[in-house]
């Protein structure tokens, strides 16, 4: 039985950064998202709290404001999904979504609350998510067979992971070009 991907226009790419992976510790700090037909989105959030050794280093430096409230943020986010309910596709997406439903509240997600976990399509594909992630092995190779050129995404930046996202959705479902 061969798998054909679910045909649908109204799927937006996302990816959050946050201050730490403990949830009840960390809050969101930046969102980016990527409509299907390339629209984008993305804002920084206020935060002055704590934030991990790993955020301080690789997530704090590519922020660059201007940062905007909890509430903007929020109220952004939903006119850019509008008001069709879309599907949300992330990398791993269990923080993403974890972090949005605290920024949203529980129940009021602006979007379809079954998310689409792009690393279990990979796995269900016969390819090993984590060697999907950069600084592993074989993740240039895998960008390159598909046609993308990985150098021009900045790495742990929300806007550029939902950028890349959606590029290699398109690359894997056959509905893009090459890329230079």
Same mark, same amino acid.
């Given at each position: 039985?061969?798998?054909?991907?679910?045909?649908?226009?109204?799927?937006?790419?996302?990816?959050?950064?946050?201050?730490?992976?403990?949830?009840?510790?960390?809050?969101?700090?930046?969102?980016?998202?990527?409509?299907?037909?390339? %629209?984008e989105f993305y804002i920084?959030?206020?935060?002055?709290?704590?934030? %991990?050794?790993?955020?301080?280093?690789?997530?704090?430096?590519?922020?660059?404001?201007?940062?905007?409230?909890?509430e903007d943020a929020s109220?952004?986010?939903?006119?850019?999904m509008g008001d069709g309910?879309?599907?949300?596709?992330?990398?791993?997406?269990?923080?993403?979504?974890?972090?949005?439903?605290?920024?949203?509240?529980?129940?009021?997600? *602006?979007?379809?609350?079954? %998310?689409?976990?792009?690393?279990?399509?990979?796995?269900?594909?016969?390819?090993?998510?984590?060697?999907?992630?950069?600084?592993?092995?074989?993740?240039?190779?895998?960008?390159?067979?598909?046609?993308?050129?990985?150098?021009?995404?900045?790495?742990?930046?929300?806007?550029?992971?939902?950028?890349?996202?959606?590029?290699?959705?398109?690359?894997?479902?056959?509905?893009?070009? *090459?890329? %230079?």
């Amino acid at each position: 039985m061969k798998f054909e991907p679910y045909e649908s226009e109204n799927l937006i790419f996302i990816d959050t950064e946050f201050s730490d992976l403990d949830p009840y510790k960390g809050e969101i700090l930046s969102i980016g998202a990527v409509k299907l037909d390339g %629209s984008e989105f993305y804002i920084e959030l206020e935060y002055d709290g704590e934030s %991990s050794d790993w955020v301080k280093k690789h997530i704090l430096p590519s922020l660059t404001g201007p940062k905007h409230s909890r509430e903007d943020a929020s109220t952004k986010l939903k006119e850019f999904m509008g008001d069709g309910n879309p599907f949300v596709i992330a990398f791993v997406d269990n923080y993403d979504v974890i972090y949005l439903t605290k920024l949203f509240g529980a129940g009021k997600l *602006p979007f379809r609350w079954v %998310s689409i976990d792009f690393a279990s399509i990979l796995f269900g594909m016969g390819i090993n998510p984590v060697k999907f992630l950069p600084g592993e092995k074989g993740v240039a190779n895998f960008y390159k067979k598909i046609g993308i050129n990985f150098k021009k995404y900045r790495q742990h930046h929300a806007l550029d992971d939902a950028k890349l996202l959606r590029d290699v959705w398109l690359k894997m479902t056959d509905k893009s070009k *090459p890329t %230079s």
